[in-house]
């Protein structure tokens, strides 16, 4: 009777484990695309979830970042599989070991600038009012090194897996079932190292966009504290005494945090000492919040401003040439000559004072729209900025 045994798996009592044959059957190349993947989504997960999980918490378009989180783990995900096949493929331990440590200097790279990307190309991709536009801070490219820095506990995580993965994979490989089925013992040989490539990848700091996250919290929290307080402005000062949060940065425009809001990073100052962060809320409120930063975390809220008055009454003022109220300070947005006698060329077709509305804003740009009094007659204008509003460019609507 002719004896049979499963087609991907050899008779192990005639083939021990260190036999080089065992690289080329498809068994064994699973595993090794099985133990890229769990390695790449360790790494994604592990440096994602926190983030994620606190940025699902505020009252923010949460697509926005999601965007970043996905394709920079599918990138990191595929180029895990690719190396894993290759290396396990070709079975030499000095080649895995240069593939793993390459990819852990690239890892912390593609997290570093490809979030970013992501996220302006998720707003371009919305509608045209911003494309072309880099509504999030970009990073240099001369701050490459520093992302490799922060990735130091990933690459030695991935340089101790890449000595020992022959090993791994082959312990692995002996402990499939009859079929090629995993076993416990496999999965264990292959779910162990993606733990520690998560843990890695977790201590990894994210310095770019951590102070605007905590940023988006800090002022979360104030708000929806400022909302609830009934107290009067001593009052809220004694508040800020107590807890040493100052919710007193809040008080001058209590007035506008009704009803429901949704947050975003209006502007990150390049020096990294400051984030602004703008709230939207229903009732038509429109504040801006400081933020204080230092050594890249977020530390204290400073100071709350209504951020209506550039887009209005400095908005009006570019259109009919008056001053801007005396307490209305640095409210006069930048403009070059040509769009201010633009736009003053067309004042008299509003037929009085212009009506405001803003259409959208992402980031420091704003689409502002400046309507007559009989909605005849519309401009549209696109500012950008929040410490220094300027006028970039107007369009005539017509209604």
Sequence with gaps: MVSSRPLNKPDMSSLSSDTPDIHTLSSYRRLSLLNGLLIGLAIALGFWTLKLYNIFQLPVAAETYLSGALVSSFLIIALCMMIS???????????TIILWLVAGGVFPIILGYIPAYSQNLSVWLAGPLFAGL????MPSGNEWWSFIIAGLALIFILFVLAVLQAVRLERAFNNLKPGGKLSAGTSFSLLVPALFAALGAYMMPDHLSSAPREALA????AIQTVQDFEGDAGELFELTRETGYNYVALNGVRDLLEGQYSLMVGEVDPDGSRVVITAHFDNGGWVNCNVNTFAGRAT?????????RPFTEGFASLITGEPVPENCLNCLPEANKEWVNWLQSRATQFQGNPQFQRLIQQGSYVWMRATSPDNVYAVDCLFSGIAGTQLQNCIEVSE
């Excluded at 880099?134 to 801070?137: D, F, L, R, S, T």
């Excluded at 800090?218 to 929290?221: G, L, R, Y």
């Excluded at 204290?300 to 209506?308: N, Q, R, V």
């Design 85 to 95: 096949w290759v290396s396990g493929r070709l079975n030499k331990t000095w080649l």
């Design 300 to 308: 204290y809220l400073s100071f709350c401003a209504d951020a209506s």
């Design 218 to 221: 800090i002022t979360h929290q």
């Design 134 to 137: 880099y509504v999030y801070a």
